[in-house]
C-alpha cells in the first residue's frame, strides 16, 4: 500500500471517534473500558505468542504515563458527548500548547518568543469559540470543553514522559504500555456500571477499539518506515476534516465563524508548536493522535 495514503486512512479513521462517541450512547468509562482493553488483550495475546518474550512492567515512568492516560480517555470521550464534535476535534489540538508550557516548568526548556506568540494564538482562539454563547457552568458544553481541555492537558503530559522514554520500546510496546492502565482500572468499573450495552453496542464498540487502537496505529507506523516523519505530522490533520466531514454528514452540525476562525488560530499555532525548528526538537507525529 502507498504509505501517504496508509496516514491518510489512518487519520480518517481516528477522525470518525466522534461519531462512534454518538452513536454508542454509552457511558464514558464503558467507552474507555473498550478502547483501552481490547487493544490491551490482543497485544497482549501477541507478545504471548513471542517466544521467550516477556514484557517490562517495571518502567514507572512508562507505567505513570500509563496512569494518566487512563484518566485522560473518559475525560475525551466526554467532551465528544457534551459539545459538538467540531468543537471538541479542534479543541483536542490544544495540546502542543499545553506541552509547551509544560516542558519549560517541568523540564526546564526554553521557549522562545515566537513559542509564546503561538501560545496566545491557541489562547485566543479557544476564547473565540467560546465566545459564540454565554457560558454557564450548569451547561453541558462548558462541562464537555472543559473536560477536553484537561484532556488535552494530561495528554500534552503523557506526550512529553514518552517522548523521554519511549524510544527504548517498539511501536506495539508503546501502545501496550499506553493502554495497560486504563485496561486494569475499567474492566471492574465496566461490569459495575450500569446500564449495561446491548449487544450491538458491545459488537460496535469492540469493532471501533480494534479500527482505532490497533488498525489507524498499524497503518500509520507502516507509513512512517517509508516516508518522512513531517510528512506524515501533516497529513495526520486530516483527522480533523474527517470529523468535520462525519459531523455536517451524519450529525448535521453546523460550521459558525467562531470555529472557523478560533480553530484556525488553535491549528496554526498547533502545528507550529509541534514542529519546533528552533531547537531541532520535534514531537514524534504520532503525538498528535489522541484517540
Same mark, same amino acid.
Given at each position: ?82 459539545? !459538538? ?8 489540538? =490544544?495540546?502542543?500548547?499545553? %506541552?509547551? #508550557?509544560? /516542558? +519549560? &516548568? @517541568? ?24 465566545? !459564540? ?8 458544553? =462548558?462541562?464537555?470543553?472543559? %473536560?477536553? #481541555?484537561? /484532556? +488535552? &492537558? @494530561? ?137
Amino acid at each position: 500500500m502507498n504509505p501517504y495514503l496508509s496516514v491518510i486512512l489512518a487519520a480518517l479513521i481516528w477522525g470518525s471517534s466522534g461519531a462512534f462517541v454518538r452513536i454508542l450512547g454509552i457511558p464514558s468509562t464503558s467507552l474507555s473500558f473498550f478502547r483501552l482493553a481490547v487493544p490491551t488483550l490482543v497485544l497482549g495475546i501477541y507478545f504471548g505468542f513471542q517466544r521467550g518474550y516477556r514484557f517490562n512492567f517495571r518502567d514507572r515512568t512508562m507505567l505513570l504515563t500509563s496512569l494518566l492516560n487512563a484518566v485522560r480517555v473518559p475525560l475525551y470521550y466526554l467532551g465528544f458527548m457534551y459539545c !459538538s464534535i467540531g468543537t471538541a476535534v479542534i479543541l483536542t489540538y =490544544t495540546w502542543p500548547v499545553f %506541552a509547551t #508550557i509544560l /516542558s +519549560s &516548568l @517541568l523540564f526546564k526548556e526554553k521557549n522562545t518568543r515566537r513559542d509564546l506568540a503561538m501560545v496566545f494564538l491557541a489562547f485566543t482562539g479557544t476564547v473565540i469559540i467560546s465566545s !459564540s454563547r454565554d457560558l454557564q457552568f450548569t451547561d453541558r458544553s =462548558t462541562i464537555g470543553m472543559g %473536560a477536553l #481541555i484537561v /484532556s +488535552s &492537558l @494530561l495528554y500534552s503530559l503523557t506526550v512529553l514522559l514518552f517522548k523521554k522514554h519511549a524510544s527504548a520500546y517498539t511501536p506495539a510496546e508503546t501502545i501496550m504500555y499506553q493502554n495497560f492502565a486504563g485496561a486494569v482500572i475499567y474492566t471492574p468499573v465496566f461490569f459495575f456500571t450500569n446500564p449495561k450495552p446491548a449487544l450491538w453496542q458491545v459488537g460496535t464498540a469492540t469493532i471501533y477499539a480494534i479500527l482505532i487502537g490497533l488498525v489507524a496505529f498499524g497503518l500509520f507506523f507502516f507509513a512512517l518506515k517509508k516516508i518522512k516523519s513531517s510528512h506524515a505530522a501533516i497529513l495526520a490533520y486530516m483527522e480533523i476534516i474527517s470529523a468535520l466531514i462525519f459531523a455536517i454528514s451524519f450529525f448535521h452540525e453546523h460550521l459558525t465563524w467562531n470555529l472557523i476562525v478560533g480553530g484556525l488560530f488553535i491549528l496554526s499555532s498547533a502545528f507550529t508548536l509541534s514542529r519546533k525548528p528552533e531547537s531541532g526538537k520535534k514531537i514524534s507525529p504520532e503525538s498528535n493522535l489522541q484517540v
